[in-house]
């Protein structure tokens, strides 16, 4: 990207310069090739003429917090657009801390763009209400919608998609990615028309109910020939497996639904057969309930696959690392922690390619350790697998020297997300907080935009962030640090931290107050049970205009209680829109002028 | 601004030196001076028995679940621990009962690893000798033949179907005797 910039700045040097500027066309042209939305938003602040001609030709708007902006705003400046993302809720909206009824509805978008964009491809929804109303809508109101994303959502059921189903003629992806839907039953398939053949991707693998309409889900697989990517739930049996895929043997990316069935000769042979006529495979998924002489079925694609998400097959160690030494262009790898240390061993020495992997907890609650997984299998990973960048560890150990060879091992990390299950875990050699080995990972890894900490972690951790992590743009902290000195280190000194996400830290009003300015430049600060006074948010939200400083607190109204008692939780974002509107009981946003405070 | 001032910004200047050098609140030394965990810090998970017979350690380590923690998505804990610790806890206990013993008894077809091992654990339990087991003709060579219920409420013999088949369809066992038994035996 810096030569398009390079480019573009000399470009705009000379337009300014020129007495005929570039006529528009010229310009539109070349912007057609930048699609990055941080690369568009640089482009529109060259001068007013490159904003004006810059904001009728962009197709793609990405509006990272919903409140930021209010729905007119954008459909006033981008008149023009075919494909919006939204995302709600904050991050750790995911671990049940935001109470529901915080926000986050995408109604109120629909309306907007219904009337005046009616030419809309592609709605991609994160962490948002959205209601059987929104989406029947949505395909009332967007005959040409081909793309319908739904991540993190709820507060539908299957009649909105089934809504959708019937209605939207040139829809080719719908993709429900971990929503919680209110799933009726499987019937809601059967409304895609009979004369309905454009899916090329369907993923329908969060949807909860034991009916699947079998017939409806061949019958659709079967006609649209172009279906690349399959997503199937649990529900799916094992046997029936085989039948789908036999119909769209052209598949790039297949989940399967429960894959445990009696053994049946036949039932594997018919599996092994239509898995081996899948010649291009390349991501698996599913495999709950997994019966592990089931498992040689996928061997022969097993050369093939990119990608393996095994985080719901609770097979043991020995069956993974047969699994796992039968793919050796593997990229992406989830998988439970059976894989223990000598599995990881194993995909260190078998997947060179590794760029991403993830180690889920199989049994998060428990004291002891129920599996063999310790700070060893990712110190392995990370010498093995040159490519590495991606990870998300939950372990039970860990040690200050394994931190600092894996960031050794490591520099080319970009996310770096460890988990140690329980909260202040010290070193397990050592018994000192892990400072040093959190240190040494922002240190080496200078490409860092991701990183999630844990274990014991003193003030010292966050001196070392907020000195070396200068790409950092999203932190999440959990029962860490000392003094507001730690919150201050991070905010003077990550200079792109976008968004900051803090649970049980003693984190108070100085750090804050010290570095409120710094919060304008940011998307978002997330700070829950920390030591932040309900007085500090009132200043905090008088002094800061373009910040909506918002209290959520499910014990009352914050007024009822001293000023200098914390609140509960606290969610700070910059925003043109002005408070929002649509809060429920339990949030408050702190006003700018005293006198006009919401309760 | 006047927090500023409080913040003592020396405070703020990186310094890689030896902990509880600098004037920080005490509150700040006892973390960094102790080599060892302070005792009402919940140690690393890896605690040995003896510390677990403890019952500060224990009354800590009781799971009394912290909303959020650890930082998993609510349908990766409903697909796992249901099915998991139903697993492990359970075995899978089925009523033995034997033609003119005066009780039945229940063995765990989890502990038996297979139909060897069945038979042995039903020969010791009930003092029997099961006969040779062949496909073609059933148990040869004794009064005694094991049988069970399927899930279709037939009884079969055992020894027919792969080990995991048997054990996920076996509702009870029964060890059949005498001219009842040789018939069943015939049965192909």
Not at chain 2, 78 to 105: F, H, T, W
Not at chain 2, 133 to 149: K, L
């Amino acid at each position: 990207m810096c030569v398009v910039f390079s480019f573009l700045f000399g470009l705009s040097l000379m337009h300014k310069k020129m007495e005929f500027p570039f006529p528009d066309e010229v310009l539109e042209h070349i912007f057609s090739f930048i699609q990055s939305d941080k690369d568009r938003n640089s482009v529109s602040m060259v001068c007013k003429s490159w904003y004006e001609i810059e904001r009728w030709c962009r197709r793609k708007v990405f509006v990272g917090n919903c409140y930021a902006v209010s729905p007119r705003m954008v459909s006033r400046r981008f008149p023009e657009f075919r494909s919006i993302e939204l995302k709600g809720k904050p991050h750790f909206a995911d671990f049940n801390l935001v109470p529901d009824g915080w926000g986050g509805y995408v109604f109120p978008w629909i309306v907007e763009m219904a009337g005046a964009f009616p030419w809309l491809e592609e709605i991609k929804l994160k962490r948002m209400v959205v209601t059987d109303e929104s989406l029947e809508l949505i395909a009332k109101s967007f005959k040409k919608v081909k793309v319908l994303v739904l991540s993190s959502c709820e507060g539908f059921s299957t009649d909105g998609l089934g809504a959708i189903a019937a209605s939207c003629k040139n829809l080719e992806e719908l993709d429900l990615v971990d929503c919680e839907v209110d799933d009726l039953s499987g019937h809601w398939l059967s409304h895609f028309p009979e004369s309905y053949t454009s899916l090329v991707s369907l993923n329908i693998s969060c949807l909860v109910s034991d009916e699947v309409s079998f017939s409806a889900l061949e019958r659709l697989v079967g006609r649209c020939t172009n279906l690349r990517t399959l997503r199937l739930n649990r529900a799916v049996p094992l046997d029936k497996v085989a039948d789908i895929l036999r119909r769209a043997p052209q598949l790039v990316e297949f989940g399967t639904g429960t894959y445990a069935a009696e053994l049946r000769p036949d039932v594997y042979s018919d599996l092994a057969g239509a898995f081996s006529s899948c010649k291009e495979l390349k991501s698996l998924s599913g495999f709950w309930d997994v019966v592990p002489d089931y498992l040689p079925a996928i061997y022969p694609v097993c050369s093939k696959l990119t990608s393996l998400n095994l985080s719901y097959a609770t097979i043991q160690s020995p069956e993974l690392i047969k699994l796992v030494s039968h793919c050796p262009n593997l990229q992406r790898l989830l998988v439970l922690d059976y894989i223990e240390d000598s599995g990881l061993e194993a995909l260190a020495s078998s997947c060179k390619d590794l760029q991403e992997l993830r180690v889920f907890p199989s049994d998060p609650y428990g004291v002891e350790p129920n599996v063999s997984l310790t700070e060893r299998g990712l110190v392995a990973v990370s010498s093995g697998c040159p490519k590495l960048m991606s990870v998300l560890y939950f372990c039970r150990q860990m040690s200050n020297e394994a931190l600092v060879t894996i960031a050794k091992n490591r520099p080319n990390f970009t996310r770096f997300r460890l988990c140690i299950i329980e909260p202040r875990t010290a070193d397990y050699l050592t018994h000192e907080p892990l400072d040093v080995g959190f240190g040494a990972i922002v240190q080496y890894c200078k490409e860092l935009q991701r990183l999630s900490l844990s274990g014991l972690l003193t003030d010292r951790v966050f001196e070392y962030i907020g000195k070396y992590a200068k790409k950092l743009e999203m932190l999440s902290v959990a029962f860490a640090g000392d003094s507001d000195l730690g919150l201050h280190h991070v905010l003077s000194g990550c200079e792109s931290l976008r968004k900051l996400e803090i649970r049980d830290c003693p984190f108070g009003d100085k750090a804050l107050l010290a570095n409120a300015a710094r919060l304008e430049t940011m998307r978002s600060l997330w700070m829950s049970s920390c030591a932040v006074s309900f007085g500090a948010c009132k200043l905090l939200g008088q002094k800061m205009p373009r910040l909506n400083v918002e209290v959520i607190d499910e014990r009352g109204p914050p007024d009822s209680r001293p000023e200098s008692c914390p609140v509960d939780k606290l969610y700070i974002y910059r925003t043109i829109a002005g408070p929002r509107f649509d809060m429920p009981p339990f949030v408050w946003t702190m006003e700018d002028d005293p006198s006009l405070l919401l309760s | 601004m006047e927090t500023e001032k409080d913040l003592n910004l020396e405070a703020t200047e990186l310094r890689l030196g030896l902990p509880g050098t600098s004037n920080e609140s005490a509150k700040n030394t006892t973390h960094r001076s102790n080599k060892r965990a302070l005792p009402e810090q919940p140690m690393s998970a890896n605690i040995d028995t003896a510390s677990k017979n403890c019952d500060q350690e224990t009354a800590q380590h009781t799971k009394a679940q912290v909303v959020g923690w650890p930082p998993i998505r609510s349908y990766r804990k409903n697909c796992l621990q249901p099915k998991k610790s139903e697993a492990e806890m359970s075995g899978i206990y089925v009523k033995v009962s034997m033609d003119g013993a005066p009780y039945l008894r229940k063995i765990d077809l989890k502990v038996v690893k297979g139909y060897p091992e069945l038979l042995k654990a039903l020969e010791d339990m009930f003092k029997f000798k099961a006969g040779e087991y062949s496909e073609r003709e059933g148990y040869n060579g004794s009064e005694f033949v094991p049988t069970y219920e399927d899930k279709d409420g037939d009884w079969m013999l055992v020894g027919d179907v792969p080990w995991e088949m048997f054990t996920s369809c076996c509702k009870k066992l029964r060890i059949m005797k005498g001219s009842e038994a040789r018939g069943l035996g015939c049965v192909v």
